[in-house]
């Protein structure tokens, strides 16, 4: 079996987006964050090809490991967590928060690209990455938390492919993104509030970040429920993961073993967002 396959990296934002693939090891989907492992694991080497997601191409389906599901979330609600109590098992590749999809879902934005194209792109770069490679036999996608505005798009492009929400306490999250200061936070000192009115459905001018936030998060849970259609579990922060093996696993029609679910279990100790083993008890120390 091949060592190496090339995968999405991320897509270039442009009227017509191109996608950058690079031959990457099975490890790149171990750490938290897909991106920041390809930064991590990339070959002086690494060899890359463009892929333009508006030409027509032929799909290449046959072969492909099982998607399983993809995991929406308001942002800062342990959506990372699950992943990694998913990943616990080698079995499951997560693809969580690719650039290849955000990049994607950006030039949409930007550029109001017709549906026919997005579905296409949107299929073309989901099933790259259920190639197989490594231990993998099934693939669950954690998107990055404004993808739940495309929600729509992805039960198009997916209508039987299960879902999950997960949500958290609207304050809570405001209290957890001013801290971090990233992801759609930075939207708000963008030049222009092109993606805040995408995102808000109409256009605002928020004096304050705090406002802008609340107003963004509430958006996230309006969304994921007005789309609230097909095979969908919705689940609250903190109490979530202690569903993983009743409720999660069955919705996903994921087995896991009791091995498989101790690794999970343990995975809950340590910081989710962490490259590297953090237990709680020594975060800020």
């Given at each position: 079996m091949s060592k190496t396959v090339y995968f999405p990296s991320y897509t270039k934002v442009s009227e017509t987006p191109v996608t950058i693939f690079e031959k990457l090891h099975p490890e790149v989907f171990d750490p938290p964050f897909f991106n920041d492992a390809v930064s991590m694991f990339r070959a002086k080497d690494s060899l890359r090809k463009e892929l333009d997601l508006t030409a027509e191409t032929i799909s290449q389906n046959r072969g492909l490991l099982?998607?399983?599901?993809?995991?929406?979330?308001?942002?800062?609600?342990?959506?990372?967590?699950?992943?990694?109590?998913?990943?616990?098992?080698?079995?499951?590749?997560?693809?969580?928060?690719?650039?290849?999809?955000?990049?994607?879902?950006?030039?949409?934005?930007?550029?109001?690209?017709?549906?026919?194209?997005?579905?296409?792109?949107?299929?073309?770069?989901?099933?790259?990455?259920?190639?197989?490679?490594?231990?993998?036999?099934?693939?669950?996608?954690?998107?990055?938390?404004?993808?739940?505005f495309f929600i729509e798009l992805f039960q198009k492009a997916y209508p039987e492919v299960p879902w999950i929400f997960i949500d958290r306490k609207t304050e809570e999250v405001v209290a957890s993104l001013l801290k971090s200061g990233r992801g759609f936070v930075e939207w708000f000192f963008h030049p222009t509030n092109l993606l805040q009115n995408y995102c808000l459905g109409e256009e605002k001018q928020f004096e304050l970040l705090e406002n802008y936030l609340f107003a963004m998060v509430e958006a996230h849970k309006n969304t994921a429920k007005k789309f609230r259609l097909g095979n969908n579990l919705f689940l609250e922060y903190p109490s979530f993961p202690n569903k993983f093996e009743s409720e999660i696993l069955p919705h996903f029609n994921l087995n896991y073993s009791e091995k498989e679910l101790e690794n999970a279990e343990e995975a809950r100790k340590y910081d989710a967002k962490s490259i590297y083993k953090t237990p709680y008890s020594n975060l800020g120390s």
């Open positions: 099982p998607l399983k599901g993809f995991v929406f979330h308001t942002s800062h609600c342990g959506s990372t967590l699950l992943a990694n109590m998913f990943r616990a098992a080698k079995k499951t590749r997560v693809v969580s928060e690719t650039e290849a999809i955000n990049g994607l879902l950006l030039s949409a934005v930007f550029y109001n690209l017709e549906e026919k194209i997005l579905l296409k792109s949107l299929k073309t770069i989901v099933e790259s990455y259920l190639q197989p490679l490594g231990e993998a036999e099934q693939v669950v996608f954690k998107l990055t938390s404004w993808n739940v």
